[in-house]
């Protein structure tokens, strides 16, 4: 069982440019979010889905946008690259209600760099 | 505004010892906190969780504590092993809040160095 996957692993991207982090889960999770971390902090809510085509900001959603047309899938896009998005990013799912409760589980991370 | 705080950025102890982790929060609201355990290179890993309907919650050698009425909570890891070191992030929901939709809050998370 591979739970939560994301690629890439690592990225360097010049300012400006544009890249989609892919993230997919196997576990039929409805609950998908997207965190950021940067360093010495905890995580920060980007984006989140409660299931496929529906989807909603969290904390810090500036200079993202998010698509879900997929159970599985749940790909977090930027379109113009600045540094202050220099971060490591995590997707998570979560379990379906009545399960767990509010644990989510976690993807191992794309480190991303803006020069 | 941070909602939930991990006030030690690190702490240390000996192998065999107890280790104590601690966390404040300021939104009453909050009704199920988790603990997830970081390895460098790697995503946050459930470690445990806690109702607030419950004051404390145990599973093998972690055991997390609630205290509503100071809105403190803490992880106790005994015996502590080299293993263990790893940042340690403390996180809450409104899980009972229809419109959470259980997100979660993160704290800043504390640095455990277990020392063999």
């Known amino acids: 069982n591979a739970g939560v996957t994301q690629t890439p692993k690592f990225r360097i991207l010049k300012i400006g440019q544009s890249m989609t982090l892919q993230c997919t889960q196997d576990m039929n999770h409805n609950y998908m979010y997207w965190y950021r971390q940067d360093p010495g902090m905890g995580l920060k809510l980007i984006y989140y889905?409660?299931?496929?085509?529906?989807?909603d900001k969290g904390e810090v959603p500036n200079g993202y946008n998010v698509s879900r047309s997929t159970t599985e899938d749940f790909p977090l896009r930027l379109e113009l690259a600045a540094p202050s998005q220099t971060s490591v990013y995590f997707c998570?799912?979560?379990?379906?209600?009545?399960?767990?409760?509010?644990?989510?589980?976690f993807g191992p991370g794309t480190r991303l760099t803006v020069l | 505004d941070q909602q939930v705080k991990q006030n030690s950025p690190s702490l240390s102890v000996q192998e065999g010892r107890i280790s104590i982790l601690n966390c404040d929060y300021t939104n009453s609201m909050f009704d199920y906190f988790l603990w997830y355990k970081k390895y460098p290179a790697e995503g946050p890993t459930f470690l445990i969780s806690?109702?607030?309907?419950?004051d404390k919650n145990e599973d093998g050698r972690f055991t997390v504590f609630l205290n509503k009425s100071a809105k403190h909570l803490s992880l106790h890891i005994v015996p502590s092993q080299p293993g263990d070191s790893a940042v340690y992030f403390c996180a809450a929901s409104a899980a009972n809040s229809g419109g959470s939709n259980y997100k979660l809050t993160f704290g800043k998370g504390t640095l455990l160095t277990v020392n063999p």
């Open positions: 889905s409660v299931g496929a085509g529906i989807t």
């Open positions: 806690i109702s607030s309907i419950k």
């Open positions: 998570a799912s979560k379990t379906p209600p009545g399960q767990g409760k509010a644990t989510q589980y």
